[in-house]
């Protein structure tokens, strides 16, 4: 498919809030040490391409998978990205403040981060909002956007940078595994149907030439959607798992008379 | 002659690229087998005469580490050829159920319990326990149930598909060379599991539309004495018709095997008995004591009547 | 070391006779251990004779000598036999005898619950076995698969007892599990902190959440199954717009995850003997339990690796290829680490150690295979052949009966006192390494000759005869061996020689008391400053809270109460997600706008969406009003407690009775659970739902009698949290049911 390099887009509207978010980091987090710089750079990248690459092209409208792609991304590795380029003590700074504590707290309750996460695959998968997202470039912005907060929300309790937020090790590899069980269910669900889950994708209006080739490619709609489906399954329980796998680490290598389980209540 | 390994006896491109593939895993396989079992039995080795306490050594995670990266790549390798095969296998669009527009089946199978039916699409026939094919030539096979779940298996030509019901599959069958390939129900089906075998016959090109041509008959009137007799029976006397098929008569059930070619087919019974005019007697005298368990009851004939059936059924086409 | 206990009479308090009665009745965990070993070992003797049957009958080709019926119920009793009756059991025996022993516990969490969930198994034996008296033994294999085990294929009641006793062994262990679960959170003796627990007590720990999570996929599909049977349904009916693959999956989602609750316990036993015979410290102890967790994390993924024949599509199979590959790394990388464990080490070569290193060879050859078979094509030509057969048979008998081996071999001088024979124990080792070998390794020619798996005889096709004699004539040896292991348990039991308090020179806690333990466990227990405390109390000098530091224990354990309730939910929540998934896929079919399975009824014709709305809102506000009655208890206001928990039941009672209310104009109406396949997912989802309220009416029921003798009080306030996270759990599943079944039916 010689048309798949032609459809990177770089006038995508992606550049701005990636333009603000660069300039905000280093604003706040001046002397953020180089490593967490590059996971922020990271996540900014990811985010970029998200948009401009032809995955951000195929998203909009042509191929599901592809929407999956550009949402996973978005809900899980930008804001994981985020999070670890976090600099520990000025975030601790920030959130001394009562307020802004008291938010912190209510974001490290897990419920809360469960139910976003979880909820934001959920709720925009339902076949009206996600259509209307993918047809609307405003209510998709609302969907993007929410997506990298909801994430943010997600990855808090248990890889925040302030050591108070974070679940015990072991309730945050409860916490992964049960948000493992909503994407499988919501994946399973979009696999194995017969209903189009996202009608927007069921029949593309051909704009830049591609559907022929993505059909002839055997990217009909139906497999589109299996595919999708498996996406959303497979790959975020494999974060989810490395994600245990870290949160492991960390508590067996807990220092010895470490008070930190004592402290996170 | 019968292949003695059918796995390793590939005789069509799909089987062959299979075949490929497990050679390639086994290989590996062996490889980390050796290093495993050879590492374990020089620790042994070394540690059966230490008598002094060992140096306690609670372990390294650079070293586990190191050891980790090993299997990781070789798992990720296993797997990409893996996924490479299985796109290629499945190139056709049979990721849902459903047949690929305008894309008719070249052969419908359909699994019973315990035999196979094969219909030539294009054609009137319809036949059981064998399946005639012409070599060179990828035949897009559909697969149905017509009962429980079955699986459909010919280890020379291609790989396996349950055959369910409810839904349809579809695989590629095709052969190099002409031949008889043994084909066999690989899931469990009931009582005579053992026995749903099938054989495909390959043909060159021409073979086939010569053997196409002499099945595509109808049954004609029957000539001789016993073959009148064998006929009566078969459609008034006895209750035959209830469960067979033959064409080109008022015969049309679905429940036993069709018997339209019956006497031409090189095995019964799904593969129990030879065919010979005194097996075909054996198998209608009790068809119980050959394969118990199977849904032709005995019917208790007189040796009189399973001769007039077995001339009836071999004067068939 | 050894000599401690040698030479003093063991006397049994006076107030634990070893009568056959006090047997019965005891709530001692070391004794429901012992229970449930021997009858491990019994259906052991059974199973092994009915897979001798199998492979007489094989021996050679066209053999008449037992029919094709009987055939087919033998291997599906031996493989449910094996699966749920010996392997189920022995390890749940093991677990129950050492775990709380290796933490320093007094018993298991819940004494009594455990010897309910032990006298379960023999009641489920007895129902399985029964089957055969009836003239029908089940035959449909050990998954039963539909349709063959529907009402048209199999009409015999033999499924049906299949289906009953795993439904009750399957409580029994979800039970049992729950049990292990509390022991091992709440019980750990001051000092063993989570971090400290021996990789025994870790690994089983890991198994016992995953029976909680694993069972219930399959008590769902049961039931369904059970609907089909019983009251006509057509779940799994194609004929009547079932669907035959979503009990494969079913099954599946716990058949997989069921090799892991088979294969844990074996590194868990591995890795206690490896160490204690190496005379070393496991090598990596935060890997080899971590890769334990990241196997149970993942075993929930893999299911449909059993399925790539069915035809999924090639997404679904590159998929299933890659997990089944991505779980395969933790579960193989633990071969290096008990090499390096033994390497450098003092081996000595017990029977135990034997089947250790045994197990660790045919493990590595049964998980190879294994790799093979996630090759999806590979799979394709291979599964249900021979060569799988001989691959789960290394994995289940080579490595885990191995390991289970390993295991007696080590704790037999524990649970009885007496040392076993280590002549006859090399003799029963290498009986079974020929045994097993020979009849297994044959197999896999045999799968690439193409010998289908479950076939009753075969042609005499080239080679099949000689192979299959081999493998019969190998099995012989397997059952000398298991006849040489019952002499040496039988001849130790009568002269064995003494075992001391540690004949092994072992270095977790269960070593520190006497042998058999006393009833309390321990006298006195020595300080747990590592994991290895009986280690560090006979080499001092070398002790490991010198060199290698472990997480202190922080001195805080869960209310066990609160811990079972979470399990109980957690395993319930997973059987009402695939009821409802059932609901969601027979009520949500391509080109039917209405959402309803065809003709008849459907949820927008037969449902009133607000009246349900209105006892939605009792059941609701009932959570509202427990937690008030909780909030007063914790108060100490027992008159205000006693006054909301009342209007509680009166709540549920309201919720039940509207149910009752519909379903009794649906059934006016002639909506039947066997009308359609909306009716039967309806009448099922809400049923159980129903069922489940009205239990936990009963049980609040039982609280408000307490409050009102006032035996309730905020001391005993933990069981009333407890069985209030059950009701908040209704409640909940409620909001889910009423949002999928009602809700959608307004669209």
């Not at chain 2, 033959?246 to 069709?258: C, E, F, K, L, Y």
């Not at chain 3, 020979?438 to 080239?462: E, I, S």
Request: proline share 6%; aromatic share 14%; net charge neutral.
């Amino acid at each position: 498919m010689n048309t798949l390099a032609e459809l990177w887009r770089f006038d995508s509207p992606v550049w701005l809030p990636a333009a603000m978010l660069l300039l905000g980091y280093s604003v706040v987090f001046r002397r953020a040490s180089l490593p967490r710089f590059l996971a922020f750079g990271l996540g900014l990248g990811l985010l970029v391409l998200a948009f401009i690459s032809p995955l951000g092209a195929l998203a909009d409208g042509y191929l599901f998978s592809a929407h999956m792609v550009q949402h996973l991304v978005l809900l899980l590795l930008v804001p994981l990205s985020f999070m670890l380029a976090l600099p520990p003590r000025e975030t601790e700074q920030l959130f001394a403040r009562p307020l802004a504590n008291r938010v912190g707290k209510i974001m490290a309750f897990p419920v809360v981060g469960c139910l976003l996460g979880v909820g934001a695959m959920w709720f925009w998968h339902v076949p009206s909002l996600c259509s209307a997202s993918t047809e609307n470039a405003a209510i998709g912005a609302v969907r993007d956007t929410s997506f990298v907060a909801a994430g943010l929300a997600f990855w808090w309790p248990v890889f925040s940078p302030v050591a108070r937020y974070r679940l015990e090790p072991l309730s945050g590899i409860t916490y992964l595994f049960t948000s493992c069980l909503g994407c499988t269910l919501l994946g399973i669900y979009i696999t194995f149907t017969t209903v189009s889950v996202c009608p927007a994708f069921a029949n593309p209006q051909e704009r830049i030439d591609v559907v022929t080739q993505l059909y002839d490619a055997g990217l009909t709609p139906s497999v589109d959607q299996h595919l999708g489906g498996l996406l959303m399954w497979i790959p975020p329980c494999t974060l989810y798992v490395l994600a245990s796998v870290a949160l492991l680490f960390r508590w067996y290598g807990e220092p010895p008379a470490s008070s930190e389980t004592t402290e996170a209540n | 002659m019968q292949s003695v390994f059918p796995v390793l006896e590939p005789e069509s491109p799909q089987a062959r690229a299979i075949y490929d593939l497990l050679l390639t895993v086994s290989l590996i396989c062996g490889v980390i087998f050796l290093i495993t079992t050879g590492l374990l039995l020089i620790a042994i080795w070394t540690g059966r005469k230490r008598r002094d306490l060992p140096r306690q050594d609670f372990g390294s995670h650079r070293k586990e580490l190191a050891w980790m990266v090993a299997p990781v790549i070789v798992t990720l390798w296993i797997t990409a050829i893996t996924i490479k095969l299985i796109l290629t296998i499945s190139a056709v669009p049979e990721a849902h159920p459903g047949l690929p527009e305008g894309k008719q089946a070249d052969l419908i199978v359909r699994g019973h319990q315990w035999y196979w039916e094969v219909q030539y699409p294009d054609t009137n026939v319809i036949d059981a326990g064998e399946i005639h094919i012409p070599i060179g030539k990828p035949l897009y096979v559909q697969l149905e149930s017509a009962d429980v779940i079955h699986c459909f298996w010919v280890p020379q030509l291609a790989r396996k598909i349950d055959v369910i019901p409810g839904r349809q599959n579809y695989i590629w069958l095709e052969a190099d060379k002409p031949g008889t390939y043994q084909g066999r129900c690989a899931e469990f089906c009931g009582t005579q599991h053992a026995w749903m075998n099938f054989l495909v016959i390959a043909h060159t090109e021409d073979d086939y539309a010569k053997w196409l041509a002499g099945k595509d008959a109808d049954a004609e009137k029957p000539k001789v004495t016993d073959e009148e007799a064998g006929e009566r029976l078969f459609f008034t006397e006895q209750t035959c018709v209830n469960c067979h098929a033959i064409q080109g008569t008022t015969a049309t059930a679905d429940i036993g095997p069709n018997l339209t070619h019956v006497a031409r087919r090189k095995q019964l019974g799904g593969g129990i008995l030879e065919n010979s005019t005194e097996n075909l007697a054996l198998w209608l005298k009790n068809p119980q004591a050959i394969k118990p368990g199977c849904k032709m009851p005995n019917f208790k004939l007189t040796d009189e009547q399973v001769r007039q059936l077995v001339a009836y059924l071999e004067s068939l086409p | 070391m050894t000599v401690g206990l040698l030479d003093k009479p063991q006397v049994e308090p006076a107030d634990s006779p070893w009568g056959l009665f006090s047997w019965v009745a005891s709530v001692d965990h070391k004794r429901i251990g012992i229970m449930y070993m021997l009858l491990a070992v019994f259906f052991l003797t059974v199973g092994g004779c009915e897979a001798l049957l199998i492979r007489l009958q094989l021996a050679w080709p066209n053999n008449g000598f037992i029919s094709p019926q009987f055939f087919n119920q033998l291997f599906t009793m031996h493989g449910t036999t094996m699966v749920f009756l010996v392997g189920m059991p022995v390890f749940t025996g093991f677990s129950n005898y050492i775990l709380p022993l290796q933490i320093g516990a007094k018993d298991v969490a819940f004494p009594r619950l455990n010897a309910m969930s032990f006298w379960m198994l023999p009641f489920g034996a007895v129902l399985l076995y029964f089957s055969f008296f009836t003239g029908a033994a089940p035959d449909a294999g050990w998954f039963s698969y539909a349709p063959l085990s529907t009402n048209a294929y199999s009409l015999m009641d033999g499924v049906t007892y299949w289906i009953l006793a795993l439904i009750v062994m399957g409580i029994g262990s979800v039970a049992g599990a729950i049990n292990i679960v509390a022991t091992a959170l709440c019980c750990r003796a001051p000092g063993m902190s989570l971090q400290r627990v021996p990789l025994f007590t870790w690994i089983m720990l890991m198994q016992a959440l995953l029976i909680v999570i694993t069972i219930p996929p399959l008590n769902s599909a049961l039931a369904l199954l059970l609907i089909d049977r019983w009251l006509d349904a057509a779940f799994f009916e194609p004929a009547r717009g079932g669907d035959a693959v979503l009990w494969q999956h079913f099954f599946w989602i716990f058949g997989h995850p069921e090799v892991y609750v088979f294969a844990l316990p074996a590194f868990a036993m591995i890795s206690e003997v490896i160490p204690v015979f190496s005379r070393k410290p496991i090598f990596g102890y935060a890997f080899v339990a971590g890769s334990s967790t990241v196997i149970l994390l993942l075993s929930y993924s893999v299911w449909a690796h059993h399925m790539f024949a069915v035809g999924l599509g090639p997404g679904a199979n590159v998929f299933f290829a890659a997990t089944t590959m991505l779980i395969a790394i933790p579960t193989g990388i633990k071969i290096f680490n008990w090499t390096a464990t033994i390497w450098g080490g003092q081996v000595h070569f017990t029977t135990s150690m034997l089947f250790a290193i045994a197990f660790l060879i045919q493990f590595v050859i049964g998980g190879l295979t294994g790799v093979m078979f996630a090759a999806v094509p590979i799979d394709w030509q291979l599964t249900d052949t021979y060569f799988v057969v001989a691959h789960f048979h290394y994995v289940l008998i080579g490595g885990v009966v191995f390991a289970l081996f390993a295991a007696h071999n080590y704790c037999f001088p524990k649970i009885t006192g007496r040392m076993l024979d280590e002549r006859l124990g090399k003799w029963q080792f290498w009986l079974w390494v020929f045994g097993f070998n020979g009849t297994f390794m044959v197999q896999h020619f045999l799968g690439l000759m193409g010998m289908p798996r479950r076939v009753y005889t075969y042609a005499d096709n080239p080679g099949w005869f000689a192979l299959n004699l081999f493998s019969s004539v190998s099995a012989l040896f397997m059952a000398a061996g298991t006849l040489v292991f019952l002499y040496n348990v039988g001849r130790s039991l009568l002269r064995g020689e003494r075992a001391g308090n540690n004949p092994w020179s072992a270095f977790t806690l269960e070593w520190a008391t006497s042998s058999p333990p006393p009833p309390e466990n321990f006298q006195s227990l020595p300080p747990i400053k590592s994991r290895r405390p009986v280690w560090d109390m006979d080499h001092p000098e070398m002790a490991d809270w010198k060199t290698e530091r472990t997480a202190e224990d922080g001195g805080r354990r869960p209310s066990k109460a609160l811990i079972a309730a979470w399990a109980f939910v957690a395993s319930e929540a997973i059987f009402f997600t695939l009821l409802l998934v059932t609901y969601v896929v027979f009520n949500t079919r391509a080109g039917l706008d209405d959402g309803s399975p065809g003709d008849g009824p459907s949820a927008a014709s037969s449902l009133s969406v607000v009246r349900t709305g209105v006892f939605s809102v009792f059941l609701l506000t009932s959570s509202l009003t427990f937690w008030l009655a909780e909030r007063n208890l914790k108060r100490r206001r027992q008159r205000a407690f006693k006054t909301w928990l009342a209007v509680t039941i009166g709540l549920g009672s309201l919720f039940v009775a509207g149910q009752v209310w519909e379903y009794a104009g649906l059934l006016a109406d002639n909506v039947t659970i066997s009308s359609n396949l909306f009716a039967s997912t309806f009448f099922t989802v809400t049923g159980f739902h129903g069922l489940h309220v009205t239990a936990g009416l009963v049980a609040l029921g039982v609280m408000l009698w307490f409050g009102y003798k006032n035996y309730l009080t905020e001391k005993r306030g933990k069981v009333f949290s407890a069985i209030g996270i059950y009701w908040h759990f209704v409640d909940v599943v409620w909001i889910a049911v009423f949002s999928i079944i009602y809700l959608r039916a307004l669209q």
